[in-house]
């Protein structure tokens, strides 16, 4: 499955052989010495996120990645080698957090680190990496290094639920240093409760859906740390509505119960609006959000993702109003309009949408009332419409529309997000401007705790002390993304040569740093597959072998060099890179299915 995939991938996205533009380096993208300069923030009023008051007069100083330095602007002297930012008359806030999203859709033309940096989106946590999602690990690691420019990258490795070797994922991440699990939707209840226990033993964070086969009662007993939706609330009444064993039932089977449960429910509504049912299906949401109460587990809030579901089925005007969407891939519309979105089976009771939202926003308030941590996120950056780092802008007015206060929503954002990245972690690292955090700041001409939307368009943004003043922000958002593979296979095509194309993955690998090239593992596992089955094996071995090494967590490399191997009948080292691939992936079927052969 994997080989065919890989064909299509080729396929589908060649492209012109483009010369790398000129880019800067992350250096001068700073306008200083990234790593040792100092920067000031002199004069501004500042939000520390401490707590909702705002200090006036105040001075910023950060060294490296690091605040190092806060205090009045009177009395703090600023170091003469320091790159002074005048933030007189303007608000200094810390660096938000998205805590849920995908980076998983090369299709976003735009580089979603750019859109996140733009604005003010200095951290995020992913939630894809897991069975055939392989790059992301690499990526964070990229912008840690500030190979590139981007967020500080915490990840998941997600469990789908069809995997078959559950008892092996929680030692693999382990071993890996994945941040947290994310557990979806169709894992069975036995696995469930299996995967929970050996995650809380082994003392990884475990993050998810309420899955089909469970419910809320299962996610106290179980001791889940976080729910990554607030809409898993209106779920979970119609998954408590299928009847029969669901661990026997298959994925379709699931999925096609819990929407026709679900539309059972919502349909009333949209059909006669009749308050005592809308009542009765609020005291059935208390019932199961109250269970919660003090049970200390955060729920993520993703009310635009919802808002973006119900915008698509019933208001698309509006939809389409939205500013950012010149961002979304074309891919977006056509499904849309083709009605392959991922949501389609809204068609027909489009209404229901709009019902399933005003539920969201209810269970929100409720979660709220009952005190339940909740903690921004978005679902950002898959293909259903949802922004990267616009979308959380969007989130923050939902959530003040929804009952927060400006001051909560920012929180949620910042401070509350470093609480669950601390549990996941151990580390306490951003979210508030306070001396030895991360240098992750918004610099902004008006006040967020007075209108939320101030945040919108920062004057500058600091990301790990890379200081963005307006103008790079804008450059960020007009960077063009070109997938690499494409390149790579022309250079390929034109010299014949492994080295030449090791080269070229060096040389854009080394200029990328706005982001401008999609480099993955796929990037040059493709070029190697190429010459797999052309049966050009020392050519395959090589290119295949450097990518292992750039990539490390990815499984694809080490599964065709063991193809590469046994194609040489040289079985015993094919063997060993089949079982490397299976150390990263426990459930990476074809290497299975190789080393059964
Ligand atoms: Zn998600």
Known sequence: MVLKLLVIVVKKYRIPFIFLAAWCTVAMV????????????????LIPMTSDKVMENQTVLVRGDRIFRVGSAEHLEIPKEAVIVDGTGKYLMPGLADMHVHLVSKTWETPEANMFLANGVTTIRDLTQGTGAMSIKKWCEDFRSKKRLGPVTYNAWTIWGTEHNIAEIIPACKRNRYDCI??????????????????????????GHIPYTVNVDDVISAGMDELTHVELFPVVLASNLIQGNKDKMPREKLDEEVITNAFKLLEPVSRQNSPSYIDSLHRMLDREIGKLKGKNITVITTLVA??????????TLKLKSKPQNKYLPGKFWDDLRKGKDKNSYFIGHEKCADVFYDLVVYAFGELKKNDIPLVA???????????????????????????????????????????????????????TIETDKRADLILLDRNPLEDISSIRRPAGVMASGVWLPEEKLIQLLEVKRKLAYSVLQEVMAKTNSADSVIGEYKRLSAN?????????????TSVGYDLLIKNKLDDAIKILSFNAGEYPYASNPYYFLGEAYWAKDDKKTAAGYFKKALSFDPNYDPAIKALRR
Do not use: C, W
Request: proline fraction near 2%.
């Open 30 to 45: 700073s306008g200083q010495d990234a790593g040792s300069g100092i920067v000031a923030f002199k004069n501004v009023r």
């Open 182 to 207: 994310k557990i979806d939707d169709y894992i069975t209840k036995k696995d469930f409760y299996e995967t929970v226990r050996r995650g809380r033993d082994s003392g990884i964070y475990i993050a």
């Open 306 to 315: 919802d808002e973006i579901l119900a915008l698509k089925y019933n208001d």
């Open 377 to 431: 996120g978005t679902d950002a950056a898959t293909i259903l419409g949802i922004v990267p780092g616009f979308s959380l802008h969007d989130e923050l007015q939902l959530l003040v529309k929804a009952g927060f206060s400006p001051y909560e929503a920012i929180r949620s954002a910042t401070h509350d997000a470093s609480q669950v990245i601390k549990k996941m972690t151990g580390e306490d690292d951003f979210g």
């Open 512 to 524: 990328n740093d706005l982001n401008e090239y999609f480099l993955n593992e796929y990037s040059l």
